[in-house]
């Protein structure tokens, strides 16, 4: 069964931390994509980023950076230098490649909170 | 691009009475959308997918008579709650993806915040 595991619930740091957001996955799929959505206090889920099974590069966007490794199953978020406006809800998200329907796994979230 | 819009962002209504949502995709077509539900402090748990001109496909456990959708055109769907009840009331979110392959990434809407007295 496919499952993702977020373990951390709730992260506090002060702001120009440097933060790394766990994502753990399963799957026995070959082929597989890995998404990171943030849902601030007003709901909307944002788009950050999606990541194909086949491509382990590590990506860096602005703060962003993840760290995709498939030999731990892990799905890393970091965000560098955070900022107040970075305190939302994280989702670490699974889909399975191979059955196409799109359906997303989501693990519980982190809440990341950045104090001034 | 890839804007998707959900209303009423929030609504409240009388026990028993059906509400009626819409997920809309702005500026793309999408064959698939999907609808979620939320309570507080907790993570999105998928109620069922919406295909364009098919029933949807409901996950386990959730009522299909209860939770009635139409996927009526590539850039809308609605979820109408039947009879609604204080239990239903929650965080509804819908997802579009785009049409190219049902594996693309989904955007998600503004979310429907349902209270029902």
């Known amino acids: 069964a496919q499952k993702v595991t977020q373990a951390q619930t709730e992260i506090s740091v002060v702001e120009k931390e440097d933060v790394t957001l766990d994502c753990v996955y399963e799957?026995?799929?070959?082929?597989?994509?890995l998404f990171w959505y943030k849902q601030p206090p007003s709901g909307e889920l944002v788009f950050l980023i999606r990541?194909?099974?086949?491509?382990?590069q590590n990506e860096i966007s602005g703060r962003y950076s993840w760290n995709f490794q498939k030999s731990t199953s892990s799905f890393n978020f970091t965000i560098t230098a955070s900022q107040v406006v970075d305190s939302a809800v994280y989702f670490c998200?699974?889909?399975?490649?191979?059955?196409?329907?799109?359906?997303?796994?989501f693990g519980q979230g982190t809440t990341l909170q950045v104090k001034p | 691009g890839a804007v998707v819009s959900q209303h009423p962002s929030w609504v409240i209504c009388k026990s028993g009475t059906s509400v009626k949502i819409e997920c809309r995709s702005l500026?793309?077509?999408?064959?698939?959308m999907f609808w979620y539900r939320q309570f507080p402090k907790q993570s999105l748990m998928l109620m069922a997918t919406?295909?364009?001109?098919?029933?949807?496909?409901?996950e386990q456990g959730v009522e299909k008579d209860k939770f009635l959708i139409n996927h009526a055109s590539l850039t809308l769907s609605t979820l109408t709650v039947t009879s609604a009840h204080p239990e239903d009331s929650s965080f509804y979110i819908c997802?579009?993806?785009?049409?190219?392959?049902?594996?693309?990434?989904?955007?998600f809407g503004p979310g429907t915040r349902l209270t029902v007295l």
């Open positions: 799957t026995r799929d070959t082929t597989y994509y």
């Open positions: 998200a699974l889909s399975d490649g191979s059955s196409n329907t799109g359906k997303l796994i």
């Open positions: 919406s295909n364009e001109g098919s029933k949807a496909t409901y």
């Open positions: 500026d793309f077509q999408a064959t698939t």
């Open positions: 997802s579009a993806g785009e049409v190219k392959a049902s594996t693309d990434t989904q955007y």
């Open positions: 990541r194909n099974s086949f491509d382990e």
